[in-house]
């Protein structure tokens, strides 16, 4: 059983297009990262988001972290070519220092 | 260039064959940690190494030893390799932040097992 759930786990959409993408659990998290994989290489981080409700913006990204700290979600505005990738939420439970646990990720196409 | 090396990046090997996964981190991080991983599971964390001489297991241990007698050097070793351990590996290092560590990867080490 996955501690954090991703979906959709496969998107594939026209360059241009909005998206979201969810990450989400039962259990409640000090923190939540989300991290972008390319075929080949290791994952890159993105974003952290620590504070319940919190709204940050990377460009045409945009990530949210629930008001319980259970969830989040990210949203990429007229997507390009060079956003596709796998995207991985990451949480830090409340009752760990340092140990994160990964969610499956979304693997997202954009095509030209 | 701040980075985490991998080596191999590719290996092929038979069941049983002792085997060794070297990763080297150059950014002084005390956290490192390995991981495995497969389709629809995500990234599972094997071993961690909160700094010299300490380790600890993870969520996916059995199989796996490590070993931190550097601080720069986290090795994998795979004692005596199954084919249920053909896997994409990676070993990361961690800089510690208030309010979230931030995990340095490494490339990946693709692995399988005959």
């Known amino acids: 059983t996955q501690l954090l759930e991703q979906s959709p786990q496969f998107l594939s959409i026209q360059e241009g297009e909005n998206l979201t993408v969810y990450c989400n659990s039962s259990s409640v998290f000090s923190s939540l990262q989300w991290y972008r994989q390319e075929p080949g290489e290791g994952p890159v981080l993105l974003v952290t988001v620590v504070t319940g409700g919190e709204v940050k913006k990377l460009k045409r990204l945009t990530f949210q972290f629930g008001d319980a700290r259970k969830d989040s979600s990210l949203h990429i505005t007229a997507a390009q070519p060079g956003d596709t990738g796998l995207y991985l939420c990451a949480g830090k439970l409340e009752t760990s220092y340092d140990k994160v646990i990964f969610g499956p990720g979304t693997s997202l196409s954009v095509i030209p | 260039e701040a980075q985490v090396t991998q080596n191999p990046r590719y290996l092929i090997t038979v069941t049983g064959k002792k085997l060794t996964v070297t990763c080297s981190q150059n950014m002084n991080h005390e956290y490192m940690s390995w991981y495995r991983q497969d389709p629809g599971l995500g990234l599972r964390q094997i071993y961690y190494s909160m700094n010299v001489e300490v380790t600890d297991k993870g969520d996916v241990p059995e199989g796996y030893k490590v070993s931190r007698k550097e601080k720069r050097n986290f090795p994998l070793i795979l004692e005596s390799p199954s084919p249920n351990q053909t896997s994409l590996y990676f070993c990361?290092?961690?800089?510690?932040?208030?309010?979230?560590?931030?995990?340095?990867f490494g490339a990946g080490t693709r692995l399988s097992v005959l």
């Open positions: 990361a290092s961690s800089l510690r932040r208030e309010g979230g560590n931030i995990q340095y």
